[in-house]
């Protein structure tokens, strides 16, 4: 079976890409990806809430990321096989619902699954980036996508912050709420300024699923790529996951001294990732 080939043109309508849809992409995919990491400050205050226990917290943003993981794995190649320009709607009316559910939720057990769907909802950002180089003019590929990955990057950094912000003066619950808002208003958006999407590929489901293995066949440097990304997200994650944790228990904390106490938790994750069996690879 050959590799699924991206020399084809893929939109219907060829619009005129504008510094605004540019925009707008970044700010859609910002947005998207946020949602995801929103659930690490309020983590203390959700288990006060909810009445969960340090597991049970902990739980929480490890369903929401491996709903992401299987996100990316399940449903980013029907990009090949559908429009793009539904998925992306499709995926924005998922994910609103989703961070809307978890606004509203009473019970451990609800939280854990809107929280998985929720990170599945949340690759929604992943669709987002390949839009930019396809409808880009000839040249400026690598431009606009650099703008819409420092849109993401944007929220990956200002998400935590701004979740902390939200849920010290209004509430955990109001930031999900604000957070199905934004997301709601983009996919609004971003069905308005995009073209349909030609089909890509007449490969079934199973089969494009399959190609992913054999793309992962095809070139080793995925797999050093891969296996670095997974050790440095892990190791991120684990950090912001248990700092958040930890907060109130720093709050009143001098500045050096709390230095010291954070220094040795992340170099000590640093230490195991550099002293995985695969770090040889990179």
Known sequence: MSIISNTESESVVQPTF????????????????????????????????????????????????IGYALGILLLLPLGDRYDRRKIIAVKSAALTAMLWLCSQVTGPTALCMSSLLLGMAATLAQDIVPVAAILAPAGKQGKNVGTVMTGLLIGILLSRTVSGVVGEYIGWRAMYQLAALSIAIIGIALWRILPAFAQHSALSYPCLLRSMLQLWRSYPALHCTALHCTARHWRKGCFLSGLAHSGQRWRGTSRPALRQSVRPLWCSKSHTVRRCAFSRWF
Do not use: K
């Open 18 to 65: 504008s510094g605004l849809m540019t925009l707008i992409l970044a700010i859609g995919a910002g947005f998207s990806v946020a949602s995801i990491y929103y659930v690490q400050p309020i983590l203390p205050q959700i288990g006060h809430d909810l009445q969960l226990s340090l597991d049970g917290m902990g739980l929480v943003p490890t369903l929401t990321q």
